[in-house]
């Protein structure tokens, strides 16, 4: 295994409050010490970090990877890429591919592709119903053997409450997660959120009722089983409310955000923008602000990427027609620090939402890399990303690593770079062009 020294770091861990200049050593994909390096430690490789951050790798729940079934908008290999890039160590994969992860040999097809790319730790999400179709239970035991950390329906509703009750209580048996975005099924077919904006523009909208009336279902069913839930994507203040008093009542229920909630509106369609045809859609300011401020208190747990590659041509199309989706897991860590500066969220909290927090969420899914991912620690896993922080990038489409790379915030300055990525002590990124930035070099004692 390579051993590694990076030096001169600010070192940020929002688990434990870490904040402070120093070094880490790494050795057998670990990080042997925080702070100085041991006497007689003679790295294979040094960084210099000066100027720069050095924080745990990102934890993004919600990455859709576009393989098997839509290696037209997204490969495997690019997506990882993609990831990397972005300072994402470790992913959730929705189990809408295709076919759908309803299967323990799709499962571990799926886990032995990705190993092999040697990018970032990938967890798949099984698929809560056999095809997603909301009829049959899947054989959860069978696949949670296969790896998969929690059982859901991606985009697709539950048509019958009855089969979602008979989930979660099959679930709460064997301690199983289930994760849902509330979306009640007939309200939710609109294309853009429900108000004067749609109704100027022509466009179907989507009310906040489609996921207040999900939630009120959702928090019915789980107060006698207590099973746990993860809510994804919440998009309304109604909805925050919901989930505020769910958990002030001592639900087991924790629940994200993606990044195109928090930082944008409905505004930001513009004239028809295709590439903002996002689900759940944009909402109002008032809905942002009531998001920001439920991430910021710790009501919602973790900020996501949302990550949904889409080709071009599936996007060259009118609004309601285009298919909805952007890529975004390379924006993540840029997204949190603009949030950071531009709602005055201490940064020390934008950075938990990406790093521990949503490693909090998976639990003991995760087995022993439970107590390991999103955190600085000694004899923890080597997963690192280093940031610079006074870089001011130009999201640029065609410079994304993502296959598909069509994305509202293109055109936009963001805060804060990812330079290099470490998963497992290995360098599985390096943004060209920053080697003098933050070299690398052999030490004399290799």
């Known amino acids: 295994m390579t051993t590694t020294l990076i030096r001169n770091a600010r070192l940020l861990d929002p688990a434990t409050g870490l904040d402070e200049t120093g070094d880490i050593a790494i050795a057998d994909g670990k990080i042997l010490a925080l702070g100085q390096a041991p006497a007689g430690f003679a790295p294979a490789h040094t960084v210099d970090a000066s100027g720069c951050w050095l924080l745990p790798g990102l934890v993004d729940l919600a990455v859709r990877l576009r393989e098997p079934g839509h290696e037209h908008a997204g490969m495997l290999q690019s997506e990882m890429q993609a990831a990397v890039a ?77 089969t979602l009750a008979r989930a979660l209580a099959y679930a709460n048996t064997y301690g199983f997660a289930v994760w849902l975005r509330p979306q009640e099924k007939d309200l939710g077919k609109g294309v853009a959120a429900s108000g004067a904006l749609a109704t100027r523009m022509g466009l179907a909208g989507v009310p906040v009722a489609a996921e207040t009336i999900a939630l009120h279902t959702i928090f019915e069913l789980i107060r006698g089983t207590q099973t746990r839930v993860h809510l994804c994507r919440l998009s309304s203040a109604a909805g925050v409310e919901l989930l505020r008093r769910a958990k002030a009542e001592g639900l087991n229920v924790t629940a994200d955000i993606s990044i195109h909630s928090l930082l944008l509106t409905e505004d930001d369609i513009g004239y028809f923008d295709s590439s903002a045809r996002l689900i759940p859609p944009l909402r109002h300011q008032r809905d942002r602000q009531a998001l920001s401020a439920a991430l910021a208190d710790g009501t919602i747990d973790a900020l996501v990427s949302d990550h949904t590659p889409v080709e071009e041509d599936a996007k060259v199309r009118p609004f309601a027609e285009a298919e909805p989706g952007a890529s975004a897991v390379e924006l993540l860590l840029s997204a949190a620090v603009r949030w950071s500066q531009q709602d005055g969220v201490p940064l020390t909290r934008a950075l938990q939402t990406i790093t521990s927090a949503p490693v909090a969420v998976l639990g003991g899914a995760l087995g022993s890399l439970a107590n390991e991912l999103g955190r600085l620690q000694v004899d923890g896993a080597a997963d690192l990303c280093l940031v610079n922080p006074k870089a001011q990038w130009h999201v640029d489409a065609s410079t994304l690593y993502s296959q598909a790379c069509t994305t509202p915030f293109a055109g936009s300055d963001l805060p804060a770079q990812v330079l290099r990525t470490w998963v497992a002590g290995e360098q599985v990124f390096c943004r060209p062009g920053t080697e003098g930035a933050a070299a690398s070099e052999q030490s004399q004692a290799a």
């Open 86 to 162: 972005g300072g994402v160590t470790s992913l959730v994969c929705p189990p809408d591919t295709d076919p759908v992860l309803d299967e323990q040999g799709l499962v571990e097809m799926l886990q032995f592709r990705a190993q092999k790319q040697h990018k970032a730790r990938l967890f798949p999400m099984g698929a809560l119903t056999l095809g997603l179709k909301g009829e049959i239970l899947t054989e959860m035991a069978e696949l949670t053997e296969s790896g998969c950390v929690a059982f859901g329906q991606a985009e697709v509703p539950l048509r019958n409450t009855q």
